[in-house]
């Protein structure tokens, strides 16, 4: 599965960005997809993600200010950025994993730089 992650750029603190996500193979073969972050010096943690049972997971940094959605007929999972600030600022990565017979395998799009100015 290959995913293409698109929609990052310089915004100033309060703004919004729409980060998208093209998936190679349909979404719902997929377990759960989602966006994690990266940020200098710090460990990629997980922003929002949904899974294949209906389930959507939002750390609470972000809660209320983002939104994650998915375009099934697309291949598509979008995270919309509202209400930015600095501490958003990141290397943005789109996730998604499947199951295959008994093992998970995960997969990962290429980072897209969001920078929030104060």
């Known amino acids: 599965v290959q995913l293409q992650a698109s929609g990052g750029g310089l915004v100033q603190a309060g703004g919004s960005l729409r980060l998208s996500c093209a998936a190679s193979e349909s979404i719902f073969s997929m377990n759960g997809m989602g966006w994690y972050r990266q940020a200098p010096g710090k460990e990629r943690e997980l922003v929002a993600r949904?899974?294949?049972?209906?389930?959507?997971y939002y750390a609470d940094s972000v809660k209320g200010r983002f939104t994650i959605s998915r375009d099934n007929a697309k291949n598509t999972v979008t995270l919309q950025m509202n209400s930015l600030k600095p501490e958003d600022t990141a290397a943005y990565y789109c996730?998604?994993?499947?199951?295959?017979?008994?093992?998970?395998?995960?997969?990962w799009g290429q980072g897209t730089l969001v920078t929030v100015s104060s």
């Open positions: 996730n998604a994993d499947r199951w295959i017979g008994t093992l998970l395998y995960n997969y």
């Open positions: 949904f899974t294949s049972s209906g389930t959507t």
